[in-house]
């Protein structure tokens, strides 16, 4: 498998896509591809708009997607796909909307047997195992929480170390603990904000200005750095 | 129905239930009641602690709880309940237990009847019609996302208007947002921290020194000062 999971599209002041960009066009190489993309992770705006956002960044290295809104046949677009694109948005709705159209299995098997996927965000989020482990708002329900299991750890993405001052709600690291009560043999991987998870095969490395940070039940939580080994993340 | 639903426990340098206290005796009365706690939303530490932490605040006026997963049989503890307590943690966790215990019924039948419900946090979440406007992780997956329905509108909790400088993730009020584009029909309370809604049959008033801030699709977000008309939100 080839995945590249990218935490979160921009943070303040960057262009969408803008950081991740010269990895995407790295990953999907200089040949022009046939791309799905998957918007329905969008909710307050259209997939005409998600598709036109993607491919103005995507156009600068010679690629363009296709937004599976357009296909009539979806599951035969996502089989015949060299690459599967995930956008973010909300999690729950994206997971909702793929599993009312089949296609969880598509991409599950299409991925498998060779296309490259990337996704940002929501789409990060929906390579792990299950959703568990999404920042998101659960403002529909889907009808499990099963995701694609491509790889064995859990993405926690926009992965974030500050809390609002004088605020009583739960911090991300208190969120991940009740996580790992509930779930004690899964890795968390807190993906913070510019950075990649990337996967070719049985090889896994971090792209990033920062160190991601590792979390699991009763073993003490460590930061690792880009070009550092994340090999056990995979076993 | 008599409901009293809490935004939090306590914020940053307050006691546990410390702002919430006075409210709580109020609304319980002078006479020593038979109150059951649910404790479900714990994820982190033990349902004993909970208990003791919620007894030694009530105790300073006169009442006591005793936490339902000490019940032989938790149904009839409900169906005999005076009140019923149930204390803010993971909010799915929460939603998962109650269902494997069978206790969501027996809970809205008992409130229904005339048992005071108290809820803060997780526990006014459940309140609402669904737990669609949590803040929480879905650390598990309950049955349905479907909670007491004692109120028609949704309660976000812990409603916070500050975001994180230089973070990409969403914040409060897109999350929101994206509620009500899925859920046009609902109105959503953002309940800040310290602050409570009190229901006595048709009557709904909010208490605390903040406003609440007021989401319907396509209707302009207002904020409601304590002491304005709340009425709207049991039509």
């Known amino acids: 498998m080839r995945l590249l999971l990218i935490s979160n599209s921009a943070s303040p002041g960057e262009g969408y896509l803008e950081k991740a960009s010269k990895h995407i066009q790295e990953f999907l190489g200089k040949q022009s591809l046939n791309i799905v993309f998957i918007p329905y992770a969008a909710v307050t705006y259209s997939y005409e708009e998600y598709e036109e956002k993607v491919n103005k960044r995507f156009a600068a290295f010679g690629q363009r997607v296709?937004?599976?809104?357009?296909?009539?046949?979806?599951?035969?677009s996502v089989l015949r796909a060299d690459a599967i694109v995930v956008g973010g948005g909300n999690t729950f709705?994206?997971?909702?909307?793929?599993?009312?159209?089949?296609?969880?299995?598509?991409?599950?098997?299409?991925?498998?047997?060779?296309?490259?996927?990337?996704?940002?965000?929501?789409?990060?989020?929906?390579?792990?195992?299950?959703?568990?482990?999404?920042?998101?708002?659960?403002?529909?329900?889907?009808?499990?929480?099963?995701?694609?299991?491509?790889?064995?750890?859990?993405?926690?993405p926009h992965y974030l170390d500050t809390h609002p001052s004088n605020h009583g709600g739960e911090t991300r690291e208190m969120r991940i603990a009740e996580y790992l009560v509930a779930n004690p043999d899964k890795w968390v991987v807190g993906l913070r904000e510019g950075c990649i998870m990337k996967v070719e095969g049985n090889s896994i490395n971090m792209i990033g200005e920062k160190s991601a940070r590792i979390f699991k039940h009763n073993i003490e939580t460590k930061e690792i750095n880009p070009g550092e080994d994340f090999q056990f993340l995979l076993k």
């Open 66 to 76: 296709v937004s599976i809104h357009r296909a009539q046949r979806p599951i035969e």
């Open 93 to 156: 709705m994206l997971m909702k909307k793929m599993q009312e159209m089949g296609l969880i299995d598509a991409i599950r098997e299409r991925v498998k047997s060779g296309a490259a996927y990337i996704g940002w965000s929501a789409g990060s989020n929906v390579a792990c195992p299950t959703i568990c482990t999404t920042n998101d708002m659960p403002i529909v329900q889907p009808r499990t929480f099963e995701a694609f299991n491509f790889v064995p750890f859990q993405i926690n």
